[in-house]
């Protein structure tokens, strides 16, 4: 196999049908492009106790398989620390004391860049950071010498996106997401990141991140959502949106991920015989509208 491409939930609550159809979407890809197919769990923000043994349950009961041991993001804390480590002796980061209020209050200034961080901390004296660091925990930032960042997309195209110092280390001393991710894929050989367009602007950050790091950037497939009839982004409140929910409800596994392949195009075949029909250039580009469906 050459390279590889991955689902990487975070284990906040069970998987919906827009997050099984997206997993469906990044193991297609990936295994009719002869690359491996690894499943890590970001699990260094909020986690519900269930969740993350509900969700692998989830993603093999649509039939999905992965080619290493699973990956959680806590239990590699020490190659986050190495790599901003890396970064700090080239200079490259900063502390940054502001709180969330004062920089939103910041960014709507006229003068910043629509979703950037407007370089508060960036030019702070060492008698400003000692004071500072008696009131308030400090982030680590990275220090950018560019705004912006462009990505090439299978779906959207070229992307051009905002790249700031955004916050590599948040202030309780967890590493931020655009950082794990970023060390997660290079250590892992994932060549192809396969998730839903909502990320698709931290994707140029990530970019840029991984050339400073000496990592070389993924392909990115950055696919439509599944939406909910008010045209929101599909989530747990929506109602029956889970396997569990649907099935209680008496609609069959079988049938919720004959859902999900209708809502692509595709039969309602296993994953493993989706391969020899997939075509990416076929797969619809609109959102999808997810209607609960009738026992």
């Not at 509900?54 to 986050?80: M, N, T």
């Not at 709180?99 to 939103?104: D, H, L, Q």
């Not at 982030?139 to 299978?154: P, Y």
Request: hydrophobic share 40%; with cysteine; proline share 7%.
């Amino acid at each position: 196999m050459t390279g590889a491409g991955r689902y990487a939930p975070s284990p906040s609550g069970d998987l919906h049908l827009g997050n099984l159809r997206t997993a469906l979407l990044a193991w297609l890809f990936a295994r009719s492009t002869s690359r491996a197919f690894v499943l890590r769990i970001e699990d260094l923000d909020r986690v519900r106790q269930g969740a993350e043994e509900r969700q692998i349950a989830d993603l093999r009961a649509i039939g999905l398989d992965w080619d290493d041991p699973i990956v959680r993001q806590s239990e590699r804390l020490d190659r986050y620390a190495r790599a901003v480590a890396s970064l700090q002796e080239r200079g490259l980061t900063y502390e940054c004391f502001c709180t969330r209020r004062e920089i939103a209050d910041a960014a709507s200034a006229p003068h910043a860049p629509p979703g950037a961080y407007p370089g508060t901390c960036h030019e702070l004296s060492e008698a400003d950071r000692e004071r500072l660091r008696l009131q308030r925990a400090s982030a680590l930032r990275l220090r950018a010498d560019m705004s912006e960042f462009a990505v090439q997309d299978v779906f959207v195209g070229r992307y051009v996106g905002v790249v700031d110092d955004f916050v590599l280390v948040r202030g309780d001393g967890t590493p931020a997401y655009n950082l794990a991710v970023v060390v997660d894929d290079g250590e892992q050989g994932i060549d192809q990141v396969v998730r839903g367009d909502d990320l698709l602007s931290s994707a140029p950050r990530q970019a840029y991140l991984a050339g400073l790091l000496g990592i070389a950037a993924p392909t990115y497939v950055h696919v439509p959502l599944a939406l909910n009839d008010r045209g929101e982004r599909l989530a747990k409140r929506d109602g029956a949106v889970t396997l569990d929910d649907l099935q209680s409800q008496g609609v069959s596994t079988g049938a919720a991920y004959a859902l999900i392949t209708q809502s692509l195009g595709l039969p309602a075949l296993p994953p493993s015989d989706l391969v020899a029909v997939f075509d990416p250039a076929a797969l619809p580009r609109t959102p999808w509208t997810f209607h609960p469906p009738r026992p």
